[in-house]
């Protein structure tokens, strides 16, 4: 069997046969190990209100986790896209993975002058700092980043692992800099060995929004120094990391049913504009796990109301757009319907290209934050079933909601490790591997076809109408390149 051809029934596709599956999986962990992992796989069963998988737990040690670190959660995912601020990598230069262009958050501006999301800076820990502490080069280097780039807006201090070990006081260094510059600067402990995941980055980089940004533009705003005439329709993009142009596309859409997006953050996102949220009447937040925090603070300080809206695929496009109109007039809720009437041409168009290519492939996700579920409606509206998904760091708050998405008999794996998803694979044969940047390659040599969900494979937006577009053409080129054609699959071999 090729690797495009779909699976049949035998080949572990009902819900029994993947319990099964799960079993053999298991079967080659410690009995310790075994008895932890197995709280972690599950077969989605219709009717029940979760994916009844346990999630949110520490990875057991060798078994190679996908997952991330506090820091990389804080740096790479939260604060790190915020484009006119400087973000330092306090601690040894090799953490600095994440301050290098990380990840494809696009951003308007001039970089090295008022924009620094590329640039990488580190206060690059030797031994001898380990020993006698990091404060005074880290006051030094804020003084250093003054005077190189005076546009910057402010700066976080991003703390690594050797940071909270030695006792480095960066609240103290960011109080007394902040005073002698005039501007905003976060410490944030964020050290890598905190919590389970990148998760719990994504939650202090939360707090810290809420504890040093969020009193400035109260206190601002207090003393009419805010500059911000607040309206009837603005809104704020939440969680949105602009990966290949995504808020933007986002953007466009909702500008087009009449609201005002005063901020979106952190894609593309300014300090500015982070202080302007307060302000909206309603926050729309796309990435729910790295956002919910600094959400539902501001729905319970100011009274701002947050929505989860998804813009993968024209049908939860059509259904975001008219839930989001929903909290507004009449003349908004109007505008929606004009624009969702406005690209049925255009959606059409697509599906008569691409569906008849793609129907009834099959695919397995694996990738972190909100894609394991959201991008599934993009996939059935191209004709693809989901067979597998999961994620690298979600909650059982995710798993609930993933319910939602899929169907009867799907294989649900958290924290899967590299061996589990490799075994479910080679059963269940799927026809396209949507996962990260650890995982493509692997799949590649197996001869499947693989999209990179993380960075969408330096492609995108995926996000709204134009997106989709973007979206099925991508699948296309994955699933029917005559490449595949020419390296045999291990189990093609073994037939």
Known sequence: MSPTESPTLTEATSVADKKELIKEALEAYPEKSRKKREKHLNVYEEGKSDCGVKSN?????????????????????VWG????????????????????????????????????????????????????????KLAKLIDEIE???????????????????????????????????????????????????????????????????????????????????PGPYDVAIIGDYNIGGDAWSSRILL??????????????????EMMLTPSVKLNLVHCYRSMNYISRHMEEAYGIPWLEYNFFGPTKIAASLREIAAKFDETIQAKAEEVIAKYEAQTKAVLEKYRSRLEGKTVALMVGGLRPRHVVPA?????????????????????????NYVE??????????????????????????????????????????????????????????????IFARDMDLALNSPTWSLIGAPWKKSE
């Open 255 to 272: 500008e087009e049913i009449g609201l005002r997006v005063v901020a979106q953050w952190s894609g593309d996102g300014t300090l500015h």
């Open 57 to 77: 737990i520490k990875s057991i040690p060798g078994t190679m986790t996908t997952r991330g670190c506090a820091y990389a959660g804080s740096k790479g995912v």
């Open 379 to 403: 996939f059935e509206d191209l004709g693809m079933k989901l067979i597998g998904t999961g994620y690298e760091f979600g909650h059982n708050d995710d798993y609930k909601r993933t319910s």
């Open 81 to 136: 896209p915020i484009k006119d601020m400087v973000h330092i990598s306090h601690g040894p230069v090799g953490c600095g993975y994440y301050s290098w262009s990380g990840r494809r958050n696009y951003y308007i501006g001039t970089t090295g002058i008022d924009s620094f999301g590329t640039m990488q800076f580190t206060s690059d820990f030797q031994e001898r700092d380990i020993v006698f502490g990091g404060d005074k």
């Open 147 to 229: 005077e190189l780039f005076p546009l910057n807006r402010g700066i976080s201090i991003q703390s690594e692992c050797p940071i909270g070990l030695i006792g480095d006081d960066i609240e103290a260094v960011a109080k007394k800099k902040s005073k002698e510059t005039g501007k905003t600067v976060v410490p944030v402990r964020c050290e890598g060995f905190r919590g389970v995941s990148q998760s719990l980055g994504h939650h202090i980089a939360n707090d810290t929004i809420r504890d040093w940004v969020f009193p400035k533009a109260d206190k601002a705003k207090k003393e009419g120094t805010l500059g911000f005439e």
């Open 408 to 469: 009867n008999g799907t294989l649900i794996y958290d924290d899967v490790s590299a061996y589990e998803f490799e075994h479910f694979v080679k059963a269940l044969k799927p026809d396209l591997i949507a996962s990260g940047i650890k995982e493509k390659y692997v799949f590649q040599k197996m001869a499947l076809p693989f999209r990179q969900m993380h960075s969408w494979d330096y492609s995108g937006p995926y996000h709204g109408y134009d997106g989709f577009a």
